[in-house]
């Protein structure tokens, strides 16, 4: 009965329909979306997608030129958004500096009123020491109590703003790229530390972001926008490996998909340019049965393999000249750009093997890694 309770209380987001226009600028596009209960969506999309503006909707701060949301089974598109019970954390930690961060946890829960503090009539204060106390030890930051914001570090800063929102008990979390602002270093240590609170709260999360590695580790779910529209939903391995576009493709990865362009001629495939070198196999199978004129293939770095002279060549390969233009070592990587008919492609590799810039390199594309995109950039299965 608790469970069933529990699940009652958590909230799922529905989008209908929704635009935001200004003037003749169309910022989001006739968005339908559902969000799931208790997982964490991220919203993923270049900068200026429109990513910002649909939590802004979300959270009740903008409304939409048309469309509308529901909460649970509730409109919420006129409701505003303090009766929204949501969370919001900016990049900036909106933190009062005159204030401990223990005062700046209290906060939401109590109101000022001519220099005195009331408590608000929902909590008693010891309710509220009691909740400050849990807030501060979920979040350890319970040696940080008395301290003064400027006294604290970005992370800190930042988990404190959580925590300020957090009391309040709210149905949904939206953060809009909270971690920006945070060195490098602490920002692996932050994505850690958000994944472990929604375990335990399991509220529904909604995070933007337009780092598409913070969206593969953080998000259970991935939105991903571009020019105000959605392209693809799913989880991040969906996203890595069942790309719907090549904007998908190039998108999401480490390094951006290869990509070559092919031409089908007289019912044989080849890569289009100079070169013309044969596509046989799976990839020209596929192309020739849905007799696609022209399109282009792509591959990721990471599955790309170099010919070894010494093994017998397997089957279902695609084989490509290239030349080595520049080689970057990281750590037991070596990302390689190589050129194949004046095309630039992205190889890499843990071998220890040393490469030099302008030696001929032969790189091997198995059919099994080869996606393939239709002349509007929809990939064919
Ligand atoms: P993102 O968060 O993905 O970077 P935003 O949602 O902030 O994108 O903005 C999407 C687009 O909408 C941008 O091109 C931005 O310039 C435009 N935009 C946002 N707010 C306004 C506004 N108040 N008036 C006009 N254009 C706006």
């Not at 971690?179 to 933007?208: C, F, G, P, Q």
């Amino acid at each position: 009965m608790e469970q069933l309770k529990e699940e009652m209380f958590k909230m799922k987001v529905e989008i209908k329909d929704l635009t935001k226009q200004y003037r003749k600028k169309i910022v989001l596009n006739n968005v339908n979306l559902v969000i799931p209960k208790g997982k964490i969506t991220v919203i993923l999309g270049p900068s200026g997608s429109g990513k910002t503006t649909l939590l802004r909707l979300i959270a009740g701060l903008l409304h939409p030129t048309s469309g509308e949301i529901f909460f649970n089974k509730t409109n919420v598109t006129n409701i505003p958004a303090n009766k929204r019970n949501i969370a919001m954390v900016f990049q900036n930690y909106p933190l009062f500096p005159h204030m401990t961060v223990k005062e700046n946890l209290k906060f939401p829960l109590e109101s000022k009123k001519d220099g005195k503090i009331f408590r608000t009539n929902v909590y008693s204060k010891d309710e509220i020491e009691k909740k400050v106390n849990d807030i501060s030890s979920l979040l350890h930051i319970e040696e940080h109590m008395d301290k003064y914001p400027s006294q604290l570090s970005g992370g800190e800063k930042q988990r404190v703003a959580i925590g300020r929102e957090l009391i309040r008990d709210p149905d949904i979390f939206l953060l809009d790229e909270p971690l920006s602002n945070i060195d490098a270093r602490l920002r692996y240590e932050m994505r850690s530390w958000i994944r472990k609170l929604h375990e335990m709260l399991e509220k529904t999360m909604i995070y933007v972001t337009h780092d598409q590695s913070e969206a593969m580790a953080l998000g259970d779910w991935i939105v991903l926008l571009d020019e105000g529209k959605i392209v693809q939903v799913g989880t991040p391995d969906e996203l890595y490996y069942d790309p719907h576009t090549r904007f998908v493709a190039q998108f999401i990865g480490n390094y951006p998909m290869n990509f070559l362009p092919f031409v089908l001629d007289k019912q044989s495939c080849y890569i289009d340019g100079e070169r013309r070198e044969l596509i046989s196999g799976k990839t020209c199978k596929t192309i020739q049965s849905k007799g696609i004129p022209r399109g282009t293939i792509g591959f990721r770095a990471e599955t790309i393999r170099e010919f070894n002279q010494n093994k017998p060549l397997e089957r279902d390969v695609i084989k490509l000249e290239c030349i080595i233009e520049d080689v970057e070592k990281v750590l037991d990587q070596q990302i390689l750009t190589v050129i194949y008919s004046g095309i630039q492609l992205f190889y890499v590799t843990k071998t220890k093997k040393k490469f030099s810039k302008k030696d001929s390199i032969i790189i091997i594309l198995h059919h099994d890694n080869i996606y393939i995109f239709d002349e509007n950039l929809c990939k064919i299965d």
